[in-house]
Antibody, heavy 125, light 108 residues
């Protein structure tokens, strides 16, 4: 089973950028998409986007288009999410989550996130 | 854009009884391959979310069989049989990256 370790909490000023890392250890899979989901204080879950196993393809929710970049270093099994032009509304816990082999990969379904990181708190103030 | 609407937004259940959470999508999650691209997640207080059900009705590894997912068209349900104290948390449905608002489950 894969485990995800995320970078530590960060505090940023409005207008700045933040980059959060997510390192996978254990059994990594060729089918392993990495998703990023955020949760503002006291609020629900919001999907930010995802990156494919090779790092060549990304998909972002329209709300973050132009402001977010997801990358992946396959040599170190580390994924990154950079969010630019931060606003106070971006204050949230940012989770990375991975898809596994047994939750839809066989039919090309890569949205089921069966391993989650502990979350990284980003505060914009 | 897909809109996911959950109901109720909160419910209080006596241990041992059942709970049902409804999720309605603005677009059918049914794909041409016959699968419903809809998942359910549980988030316990202070924890990261956890996948419960994927592709509409498949339990994820290690999920007790008290949890079941069903539905068709645009209406889907998560049922929790024999609710236990450890089931307290918020439950979310998700369709291809769009989450519902969440349903908070409390124990009476």
């Amino acid at each position: 089973q894969v485990q995800l370790v995320q970078s530590g909490a960060q505090m940023k000023k409005p207008g700045a950028s933040v980059k959060v890392s997510c390192k996978a250890s254990g059994h990594t899979s060729i089918n392993q998409y990495i998703h990023w989901v955020r949760q503002a204080p006291g609020q629900g879950l919001e999907w930010v986007g995802a990156i494919d196993p090779s790092g060549a393809m990304t998909v972002y929710t329209q709300k973050f288009q132009g402001r977010v970049t997801m990358t992946r270093d396959t040599s170190t099994s580390t994924s990154y999410m950079e969010l630019r032009s931060l606003m106070s509304d971006d204050t949230a816990v940012y989770y990375c989550a991975a898809t596994g082999d047994n939750v839809g990969a066989a039919i090309g379904y890569y949205y089921a996130m069966d391993v989650w990181g502990p979350g990284t708190t980003v505060t914009v103030s | 854009d897909i809109v996911m609407t959950q109901s109720p937004l909160s419910l209080s259940v006596t241990p041992g009884e059942s709970a049902s959470i409804s999720c309605r999508s603005s677009q059918s999650p049914l794909q041409s391959n016959g699968y419903n691209y809809l998942d359910w997640y549980q988030q316990k207080p202070g924890q990261s979310p956890k996948l419960l059900i994927y592709l509409g009705s498949n339990r994820a590894s290690g999920v007790p069989d008290r949890f079941s997912g069903s539905g068709s068209g645009t209406d889907f349900t998560l049922k929790i049989s024999r609710v236990e104290a450890e089931d307290v948390g918020v439950y979310y449905c998700m369709q291809e990256g769009t989450f519902g608002q969440g349903t908070k489950l409390e124990i009476k």
